[in-house]
Nanobody, 122 residues
Framework: QVHLVESGGGLVQAGDSLSLSCAAS??????YGWFRQAPGKERVFVAA????????SYADSVKGRFTISRDVAKDTVYLQMTGLKPEDTAVYYC?????????????????WGQGTQVTVSS
């Protein structure tokens, strides 16, 4: 069982930066990911990182703008977002998976946080 708590969301303007945090407690998982869900749309993959932090994956829409990282000592996963666009507006969810390698499918993730709202105004 894992407990995930996201923080750091908010309202920003296009071009701004924002950093999200996800504090994890409970059994350690292999993979931690960030997903987002815009109103009326499905939840989609944003980024993922393995336990050691040496493997990452990004959605094409955020490559070069978002960076996922992990502080093992604090058991916290971060998502640094730069160059934010209005289309990045969504609820952002942290998730944990026991899958042996970085994976982008929502179905591979066992635990989910409650989500944090990110709104980017134009």
């Amino acid at each position: 069982q894992v407990h995930l708590v996201e923080s750091g969301g908010g309202l920003v303007q296009a071009g701004d930066s924002l950093s999200l945090s996800c504090a994890a407690s409970g059994s350690p998982f292999n993979i931690y990911g960030w997903f987002r869900q815009a109103p009326g749309k499905e939840r989609v993959f944003v980024a993922a990182i393995n336990w050691s932090g040496d493997r990452t994956s990004y959605a094409d829409s955020v490559k070069g703008r978002f960076t996922i990282s992990r502080d093992v000592a604090k058991d916290t996963v971060y998502l640094q977002m730069t160059g934010l666009k209005p289309e990045d507006t969504a609820v952002y969810y942290c998730a944990a998976s026991r899958y042996p390698r970085v994976i982008t499918s929502t179905r591979a993730y066992d635990g989910w946080g409650q989500g944090t709202q990110v709104t980017v105004s134009s």
